[in-house]
């Protein structure tokens, strides 16, 4: 295979492999989107496929795992088949789920085991974008003809057992309780005839599943509107293990973004937009933990029986400002995108000016304002 990564489809160029620029400093993410009249991530053991919701506080909740799926869909899509992502769905033309040996064979291209040798672990790695980021279990079923065996046996040999991801992601929590919205249940009960719209997701996250009776899909619950804070961090010394380069990171920059513009596009998912993406790059070995936790809905918000949508929210930043401000000599720069449909107050007061006109302002740190198509 090609020593080079796939290209994106924002124009920038791969690295080679043997020459990328690895990636030196932690970094630490805070990514905000809020879902209105969605169901973002069902709970596959509730009732009907609920929305997921801590039982004791009330908050929303959408899992890493259903987030990751954005992600890396938003990969396939810039990368192309075949092309970037391990952990996928993917049938072969007979209509059946391709095995892990069988995707990572296609996405190492290799013809027969001959091909896989000293170097599989490197080829593998500088296409597999995903298990960059993420990491993988690697576990194959050795059961196939003759020649897919000795190919999964030759893989099998060849990588390890599991690779720990450099970019941990926690799940995402509401800022607040969400309730359901009642009305919705009972309009799409009398409107829809389809059957479900299939995500393709193969995380067992089957949020458009629904239950149909007589002609038409009923329980299908979503939430009024929920705001999500998720966090997620970039650990330098992991991203030895899975060459994890520093144009990847880069480029998860914008794959946070478009991934939830672009990718939560099903009947459920529809609804949902990102927010506020923010990466304060520190230096190695260094970052504060659960930045997410400095935010909060400010006291201009209405309350959480009224959200109705974004215009309804104003984010308070003024404990994540004073808390890079108190570590701003180990900062080296914040990388930061928001919608300008998201308020933000500081001290009690609506601040006319947007986080990234804030911190350039208010702190002595570099800014880098993310621009999604260059």
């Not at 092309?83 to 209509?95: F, L, N, P």
């Not at 450099?166 to 059957?195: A, K, M």
């Not at 570590?327 to 998201?342: A, G, P």
Request: proline residues 3%.
């Amino acid at each position: 295979m090609s020593a080079d990564t796939t290209n994106s489809s924002d124009g920038s160029t791969a690295e080679d492999s043997d020459t990328f620029t690895p990636v030196e400093n932690r970094s630490e993410i805070v990514f905000l989107i809020d879902a209105q009249d969605a169901n973002p991530n069902g709970d596959p053991l509730s009732p009907s496929n609920k929305p997921r919701q801590d039982p004791a506080t009330g908050q929303g909740i959408i899992t890493d795992v259903r987030l990751k799926r954005y992600l890396r869909d938003q990969i396939a899509t810039e990368c192309g088949e075949d092309q970037g992502v391990y952990i996928a769905d993917v049938r072969t033309e007979a209509g059946n789920r391709k095995t892990r040996s069988e995707l990572a064979e296609a996405i190492a291209d290799v013809d027969g085991p001959e091909d896989i040798g000293e170097g599989f672990l490197d080829d593998f790695l500088d296409t597999a974008v995903d298990v960059r980021y993420f990491g993988a279990t690697f576990s194959f079923s050795i059961d196939e003809s003759d020649e897919s065996q000795a190919i999964a046996e030759q893989i099998d040999n060849h990588l390890p057992a599991h690779l720990t991801g450099p970019v941990q992601i926690s799940p995402g929590r509401t800022f607040h309780r969400v309730r359901e919205n009642s009305g919705y249940n009972s309009l799409t009960s009398v409107i829809s005839t389809n059957q479900n719209d299939g995500d393709g997701e193969s995380e067992n996250d089957n949020d458009d599943r629904g239950n149909v009776q007589g002609g038409f899909q009923l329980d299908d619950h979503r939430i009024v509107y929920g705001l999500y804070g998720f966090s997620a961090v970039v650990n330098e010394h992991n991203a030895d293990n899975t060459r994890l380069r520093q144009s990847d990171v880069e480029w998860l920059d914008k794959l946070f973004w478009k991934g939830v513009k672009n990718q939560a596009n099903s009947r459920s998912k529809r609804g949902q937009h990102p927010r506020l993406y923010l990466r304060v790059e520190y230096d190695e070995g260094f970052h504060v933990g659960t930045l997410d936790r400095t935010l909060d809905l400010g006291d201009h918000s209405k309350g959480a029986d009224e959200l109705t949508s974004v215009e309804d929210v104003t984010v308070d930043v003024t404990e994540m400002m004073e808390t890079l401000e108190s570590v701003s000599d180990r900062i080296q720069t914040v990388h930061i995108l928001q919608d300008t449909r998201l308020t933000i107050e500081q001290h009690d007061d609506v601040v006319d000016q947007t986080l990234p006109d804030l911190i350039e302002s208010d702190l002595d740190v570099e800014v880098n304002r993310i621009s999604l198509y260059e």
